[in-house]
């Protein structure tokens, strides 16, 4: 069965570094998220993105966030200058699109980020 | 704007007991709503969803859930729990194609 993957599942890094993680969506699929879930709280959407473009973003998606599909297959997240509370898990979702039916999204299993 | 309440943040059962998980949301529209379930260093797996066609909806596993409108509620059963069923579960209201509002998820632990 198609499945989302993500990598790394964990990325130790330092405040102020850069990031980027990484996700293959289901090959068929057209529309891709990002969703964080800090430690205890609440899973959070960041960005939908179709067709080469942002098509949704939320607050928490600011000027240090950006997202990109580099190829085919892959789906980035990068984070420029990562700060203490951008430590959470980000969950790469993805979803066919196109009718009522087929937006279901398919989560990855998500990469665990700690900031130190 | 939208929101989910997950009324219980723990329930735990006995094995081959029924399970109850309450979830209320709140929409300014006609919502969808589903329930995923996440087991532990695994990723969120879409257990069942509710899209305007029938109110009682069955998923995997055994579960199913009922959509309530005049009571805002879908909340997520099983007849019998299964020690393999202990995981978070979340319910989950979305606009269509649009992005998903997740609860705080609920842990439901099941005990032999």
């Known amino acids: 069965e198609p499945e989302v993957t993500q990598t790394p599942s964990h990325q130790v890094t330092q405040m102020g570094q850069e990031v980027i993680l990484r996700c293959v969506p289901i090959?068929?699929?057209?529309?891709f998220y990002w969703y964080r879930q800090i430690l205890g709280q609440k899973v959070e959407f960041l960005v939908s993105?179709?067709?080469?473009?942002?098509?949704?973003k939320s607050e928490i998606f600011d000027d240090q966030f950006s997202v990109e599909r580099p190829d085919g297959s892959n789906f980035t997240l990068k984070i420029r200058s990562t700060k203490l509370e951008d430590s959470a898990m980000y969950f790469c979702?993805?979803?066919?699109?196109?009718?009522?039916?087929?937006?279901?999204?398919?989560f990855g299993p998500g990469t665990r980020l700690t900031v130190t | 704007a939208q929101s989910v309440t997950q009324l219980d943040s723990h329930v735990s059962v006995s094995e081959g007991t029924p399970v109850l998980l309450r979830c209320n949301y709140s929409?300014?529209?006609?919502?969808?709503l589903f329930w995923y379930v996440q087991h532990p260093n695994k990723g969120l797996q879409l257990l069942l969803k509710?899209?305007?066609?029938?109110?009682l909806v069955k998923g995997i596993n055994g579960f199913e859930a009922e959509f309530k409108k005049s009571e805002t509620s879908f909340h997520l059963t099983k007849p019998s729990a299964h020690m393999s069923d202990a995981a978070e579960y979340f319910c989950?209201?979305?606009?269509?194609?649009?992005?998903?509002?997740f609860g705080k998820g609920t842990m439901l632990l099941v005990s032999p």
């Open positions: 979702a993805s979803s066919e699109g196109g009718t009522r039916n087929s937006y279901e999204q398919y």
């Open positions: 090959s068929n699929h057209l529309y």
């Open positions: 993105f179709y067709n080469n473009e942002i098509s949704e």
């Open positions: 929409s300014s529209y006609s919502p969808s």
């Open positions: 509710y899209t305007s066609a029938a109110t």
């Open positions: 989950v209201v979305s606009k269509g194609y649009s992005t998903l509002t």
